[in-house]
């Protein structure tokens, strides 16, 4: 037995989004280009991958740190940091 999955199509780009936002269809080219299809085992999954998008909001680029970048910052400003967690 097949269980219940969860589908999620997202436009990226700001010019996507304000045409969507807008009520204007998009052109095949934008579609192929800027709308990507995700599927979960799970609706905690498919938020997950909503929260990480939401987080990522305004940034360009990211690296994830190891250990070592760990052990280098300034102990009092790790101490600062707040883990959020997925809603």
């Known amino acids: 037995m097949k269980t219940k999955g969860y589908t999620l199509r997202i ?3 700001k010019e996507v989004a ?10 095949k080219d ?5 709308v990507k ?5 799970s609706e905690n999954e498919a938020k997950s991958l909503l929260f990480g998008i ?3 909001m305004g940034w360009f680029d990211y690296y994830i740190m190891d ?3 760990i052990q280098n ?3 009092k400003w ?4 707040e883990v959020q967690q997925v809603p």
């Open 30 to 34: 934008e579609i192929s280009m800027s």
């Open 54 to 56: 939401s987080e990522s």
């Open 67 to 69: 250990e070592l970048d």
């Open 11 to 13: 436009a990226f780009g």
């Open 37 to 41: 299809k995700y599927e979960f085992g």
């Open 73 to 75: 910052l300034n102990k």
């Open 18 to 27: 304000d045409a969507l936002n807008y009520g204007r269809a998009l052109t």
């Open 78 to 81: 790790l101490k600062e940091i």
